[in-house]
DNA sequence: CTGAAAGCGCTAACAA
DNA sequence: TTGTTAGCGCTTTCAG
């Protein structure tokens, strides 16, 4: 009950292995007879090419690596939907690793890409990786890479981000026009670019409206939602707390949920929320959340259309940093 | 900048092709000074072998495929990041694909492994897979298959999946003790192992308990929500509306609180709501919503750990009905 | 302990 | 229009 191959089906065909290959693949060399019987034989066998054989001698697979640091994350997984999307249209398969925030991880997974098991690699980058050198390595081997969300702009490939530095002060304004005089923010790792845009948007926000920057309302948020539970109790047990709060990350605004139910805060009478977040029950909640939504979908479906030029018109790519606007949802938490 | 392969490293050592290869492999022919000295040239070369020639002729390739209905769900989310701990784990890497409930490209994408790309595979079938006949051809050809959630047994492989029928039982009659008489079942395609079975588990609830099974009290969703926003809106407007409500898919049961809203309907006053569900946020819910998880995270590991014995102990391997068990967690919703 | 050589299944020159 | 053949990079006999 083995597959056929294609020695098999030539000499069923009784044509030669070649004919048989290009007959398949609609060559002009093949006379259209043949074309057809070919494959209706190859049908009747339910013939399938054997795929390594081919990307061995074509050295291309049609195979491309989504590196995410997470995969239970609303924003990864609308990310990924919309990779998809492209991938399967365009026939291309889809391996996905998690790279846990892992540096060393990330970088054994990025070297041993070097050897063509993929045609290119989408990338959002770890919280700890500073040293682009993996990725370097792997562009030069031909091999294209695309970031997206978590960037890096050191190398010349492309990038898809949102206009993070804007939304950030905007939501900062957002909470300051909501009358919030003390405005904390959790904030993620500045090793990476969206980090740092969100923390930059917010201190900026806070400097046009003359309040003061003060780095005990700026706390730094990790990857465990039992560290940053504490974090933002600690935040919001002082005596002198924020009454408004701007998360650079959806978890922390859900923890910060918790803390408030623990300790009695009301929101938004007490605390207003405003966060980055792809919750589908954003509007749901108790009360509903005001968000700025990335347009996550969008965004994996330019990344992979973008990856997959890069790989399929060499020549004539030209890396580009794609930028798409996230948009602000005024919701119950900060009204 | 090409990569190095083994014939260059083997130049560069002065040694053969095939020393080099089994000193990489650690094979007991080679001594350990050779072994040691090509590892540190393989390394300083960053050597990465092709997978594709070793697949080839190994006929392995150390990867899995995936086939989900889709990716936008917390439980398949969640599944398939218990999939990927054990694959990483035993350094598999796996291919994810979506089948949109599409029964034909479901088939499309079966019959494409039959010539080896992936050394097994696991799948949660869509709402439309009657015909096993696919599945049956990949497994005849060698390649292992294990279900999980949307399971068939019709085939000799392991499935893994919840307690669905006494889950579904288990939510009528925590509605029934809370006081509802007309209890509703949005259900999901009866196609389905889980659609059955938790239709099953609502109809014999109400029987136990002396209420009438109502053909009207029990509609089909599907996987649009513009649609089962009509059905599910169709079915709460209804003079002699239900006054509880079981769903057998999360989403349903959201489109259930925005419904309610919109209708004035008060949850749980009028109508008390339990689900299957996987949602993170069900606690911060307005009301906060009673769910039936399943252990989706152990279901992957299940499956996925399943599926690498079958592959690689295929002659002690004995294929199993793998079952794990809900929680179901009160809460504000059926208050 | 090391090396030579065959061949996995396919594609693409090149020949016929 | 079809066929012959070399070879992609690796693993694995088998010989030395």
Redesign the pocket.
């Known amino acids: 009950m083995?597959s056929?191959?294609?020695?098999?089906?030539?000499s069923i065909l009784?044509?030669?292995?070649?004919?048989?290959?290009?007959?398949?693949?609609d060559?002009?060399?093949?006379?259209?007879?043949?074309?057809e019987r070919v494959k209706k034989i190859a049908k009747a066998y339910n013939?399938?090419?054997?795929?390594?054989?081919?990307s061995?001698?074509?050295?291309k697979s049609k195979t491309i690596a989504v590196i995410v640091p997470r995969i239970a994350n609303n924003f990864f997984i609308s990310a990924i939907d919309g990779i998809q999307e492209v991938a399967q249209e365009k026939k291309y398969h889809v391996l996905i690793y998690l790279s846990h925030e892992s540096y060393e991880y990330e970088k054994e997974l990025v070297q041993s890409f070097a050897?063509?098991r993929v045609d290119g690699m989408l990338i959002s980058l770890t919280r700890e990786t500073n040293d682009m050198e993996h990725l370097r390595q792997l562009v030069n081997n031909g091999i294209p890479v695309v970031f997206f969300d978590r960037v890096s702009t050191e190398l010349d490939c492309s990038t898809v981000s949102t206009n993070d530095y804007e939304s950030a002060f905007e939501a900062t304004e957002h909470l300051i026009k909501a009358g919030c005089k003390k405005i904390a923010h959790c904030r993620i790792s500045n090793k990476l670019s969206i980090g740092q845009h969100r923390l930059n948007g917010y201190r900026d926000a806070l400097e046009k409206h003359n309040l003061d920057f003060h780095s005990k309302y700026v706390v730094k948020c990790s990857d465990n939602d039992v560290e940053d539970y504490k974090t933002i109790k600690t935040l919001l047990k002082d005596k002198d707390r924020p009454d408004g709060l701007f998360t650079a990350v959806e978890s922390y605004t859900l923890i910060a949920y918790e803390v408030c139910r623990e300790l009695g805060i009301k929101i938004p009478q007490d605390l207003k929320l405003i966060t980055f977040s792809n919750l589908r029950t954003a509007g749901l909640l108790d009360p509903s959340l005001t968000t700025i939504t990335q347009p996550a979908f969008e965004i994996g479906e330019k990344a992979a259309a973008e990856l997959i030029s890069a790989i399929e018109k060499p020549r004539y790519f030209k890396p580009e940093n794609i930028i798409l606007k996230s948009v602000l949802s005024p919701r119950d938490s900060t009204n």
Do not use: C, F, W
């Open positions: 083995d056929v191959n294609l020695k098999k089906l030539s009784g044509l030669s292995v070649s004919t048989v290959s290009k007959a398949l693949r060559s002009y060399e093949i006379s259209e007879e043949t074309k013939y399938q090419p054997n795929i390594y054989a081919s061995l001698r074509k050295a050897s063509g």
